[in-house]
C-alpha cells in the first residue's frame, strides 16, 4: 500500500534560518502530494500540494518540488519566521488506478519550533 | 462560509460504552473522510464516502467502528465497547469532489479519552 516517511523531528530554528524537511513516498501509479500544516490550536490546513512530476507547490514562502526519480516532496523555505512554528505533515492522495484513490496517507508529522 | 465542524470538541468515556461523533461537512462538498490522529503520530484513515457510492471502509481498525452519512450532510462515526486504545482525536474533512487533488478541508477534531 501507500506510505509517507517524513524526517524525524522535532526541529528548532532560529528566525531567518533555512527550513528543509524531508519526505519521501511509497505509491504505484501517480499520486498527488501535498504538505499540510497544523498551528498550535488550530485545525489542520492545506500548505500547497502537487499533481504530477515536476510540479512545484508554493504558498507563504514555502516550496515543494514533486520528484517522481527520487519519489520525494521535500519542504523547504528559505527564511522562517516565529509565527512558522507548527507540525507540518507530508501526505499523498493514491492516483485512480490505485485502491487507495480518494484517501490521504500522512507522514508521522515534524514538529518545527522557530526561536526569535 | 462555514468550515467542517465536528462535535463534541471533546469526550471522555469508560472503557466499555459506545460514543459517536459527528461531523458536519461544508455545504456542497460531495466528499467526506474521517481519520484518527493518536498523540505524537500521524493521521489514519479510517472511512470515506463519495456521493451515493459505497463507502470505502478499509481503515476502520476493528468490527467496533461504524460510520454513516446522509446523503451528501451529516456524518456520524460510532465507536462501541471502546478501549483505551481508542483514546485519540478524530478528524472529520470535506472536499468538493474525492475525484482528483482536491483540497480536503478539516474539522477541528474530537478528542476522545477512554478512562
Known amino acids: 500500500g501507500n506510505s509517507v516517511t517524513q524526517m524525524e523531528g522535532p526541529v528548532t530554528l532560529s528566525e531567518e534560518a533555512f527550513l528543509t524537511i524531508n519526505c519521501t513516498y511509497t505509491?504505484?501509479?501517480?499520486?498527488?502530494l501535498f504538505w499540510y500544516v497544523q498551528y498550535p490550536g488550530e485545525g489542520l490546513q492545506l500548505l500547497l500540494k502537487?499533481?504530477?512530476?515536476?510540479d512545484k507547490g508554493s504558498n507563504k514562502g514555502f516550496e515543494a518540488t514533486y520528484r517522481k526519480e527520487t519519489t520525494s516532496f521535500h519542504l523547504e523555505k528559505g527564511s522562517v519566521q516565529v509565527s512558522d512554528s507548527a507540525v507540518y505533515f507530508c501526505?499523498?492522495?493514491?492516483?485512480?488506478?490505485?485502491?487507495?484513490?480518494?484517501?490521504?496517507?500522512f507522514g508521522q508529522g515534524t514538529i518545527l519550533t522557530v526561536h526569535p | 462560509g462555514a468550515g467542517v465542524s465536528q462535535s463534541p470538541s471533546n469526550k471522555v468515556t469508560e472503557k466499555g460504552k459506545d460514543v459517536e461523533l459527528r461531523c458536519d461537512p461544508i455545504?456542497?462538498?460531495?466528499?467526506l473522510y474521517w481519520y484518527r490522529q493518536r498523540l505524537g503520530q500521524g493521521l489514519e484513515f479510517l472511512i470515506y464516502?463519495?456521493?451515493?457510492?459505497?463507502?470505502?471502509k478499509s481503515g476502520l481498525p476493528s468490527d467496533r467502528f461504524s460510520a454513516e452519512r446522509t446523503g451528501e450532510s451529516v456524518s456520524t462515526l460510532t465507536i462501541q465497547r471502546t478501549q483505551q486504545e481508542d483514546s485519540a482525536v478524530y478528524l472529520c474533512?470535506?472536499?468538493?469532489?474525492?475525484?482528483?487533488?482536491?483540497?480536503?478541508?478539516f474539522g477541528p477534531g474530537t478528542r476522545l479519552t477512554v478512562t
Open positions: 505509491a504505484t501509479g501517480y499520486p498527488s
Open positions: 502537487a499533481t504530477k512530476a515536476d
Open positions: 455545504s456542497g462538498h460531495t466528499a
Open positions: 474533512a470535506s472536499s468538493s469532489r474525492g475525484t482528483g487533488a482536491y483540497e480536503q478541508y
Open positions: 464516502f463519495q456521493g451515493n457510492s459505497a463507502p470505502d
Open positions: 501526505a499523498l492522495k493514491g492516483d485512480a488506478g490505485g485502491t487507495s484513490y480518494g484517501k490521504l496517507t
